[in-house]
């Protein structure tokens, strides 16, 4: 079954949209997208792993087609995302699950590693970050909010919001921009563009800082446990730099690590090539 269906689900009076596909009975693989993007993202990848996985790409909370509730009425932080997405894989029967981390979606699921470390089978991170040298100057802005959260710097951040941006974050590092299709980065900016979403999102650039707090606890995470670990990474991705996904292997010496010529995004130009090394490093 490598047909993709489309869901959602209640989780404690929260609704949260999710992508499936794949066999009921086969090991379970969860994808967590990141900023500003939606489980959209994993459009190409899931049909080519869903003959192998149990395949479930949920919206995070405030992105995509699952609630976004004002920011008066839900408080933003990371934390946040990750007891809605902890509870919804509960909901859903993910009781041991391999996850694909990507920008946002590494916070959240390496809490879910902290909080439930038996649950976890495999960590795939694509350009989800854990370590300060993965850290580019591109953060330098919003360390600027992290250290003094004034209106001022609140808004020199609403750059990070433009449609333009969200462009250039799809296409900067990609030999060839024409391989992007503009259907990610145009959606993308439809959800960012809705009513209250800039404030829902400043609201977790300011809380990201709490993210770089935990390094150290996810790192803990990797020595103790030793979860079986591969690193796919766009080599020229502007945030997160390939220094921060060579640092796995110093807490985990046996990660895989592989690097792509690409960019942030690098789903957009190497699905197969990433489904590939998926395929070829969880057993099934």
Do not use: C
């Not at 694509?126 to 300060?132: L, S």
């Not at 609140?154 to 299709?181: D, K, M, N």
């Amino acid at each position: 079954m490598t047909a993709v269906t489309y869901h959602h689900v209640d989780v404690d009076g929260f609704n949260v949209f999710y992508r499936k596909a794949g066999q009921e009975h086969a090991p379970k693989l969860l994808l967590l997208h990141g900023f500003p993007s939606s489980s959209h993202m994993f459009r190409d990848l899931m049909p080519k792993l869903a003959d192998r996985f149990q395949i479930v790409a949920p919206d995070l909370p405030g992105f995509g087609q699952s609630d976004r509730p004002t920011h008066e009425h839900f408080t933003y932080t990371f934390d946040n995302i990750a007891n809605v997405v902890d509870r919804f894989t509960e909901v859903i029967g993910f009781d041991r699950f391999a996850v694909y981390v990507f920008d946002y979606g590494a916070p959240t699921g390496f809490r879910l590693a902290l909080r439930h470390p038996e649950r976890i089978t495999a960590i795939i991170s694509q350009n989800g970050n854990a370590y300060q040298e993965g850290l580019s100057d591109g953060w330098n802005p919003i360390r600027n909010y992290w250290q003094d959260a004034s209106p001022a710097n609140r808004e020199a951040l609403r750059t990070l919001l433009a449609p333009e941006t969200t462009v250039w974050q799809y296409t900067h590092g990609v030999s060839a921009t024409a391989s992007v299709s503009p259907d990610g980065y145009t959606l993308d900016n439809f959800y960012l563009g809705r009513p209250g979403m800039d404030e829902i999102q400043l609201d977790l650039f300011r809380d990201y800082r709490n993210n770089v707090a935990l390094y150290p606890a996810f790192q803990d995470y990797f020595r103790t446990h030793q979860p079986p670990f591969l690193a796919v990474w766009g080599r020229h991705d502007p945030f997160f730099l390939p220094a921060g996904a060579e640092a796995f292997k110093r807490d985990m010496p046996r990660a895989v690590v592989r690097f792509f010529d690409t960019g942030h995004f690098a789903l957009e130009t190497h699905a197969a090539e990433i489904a590939d090394a998926i395929r070829d490093f969880l057993p099934h």
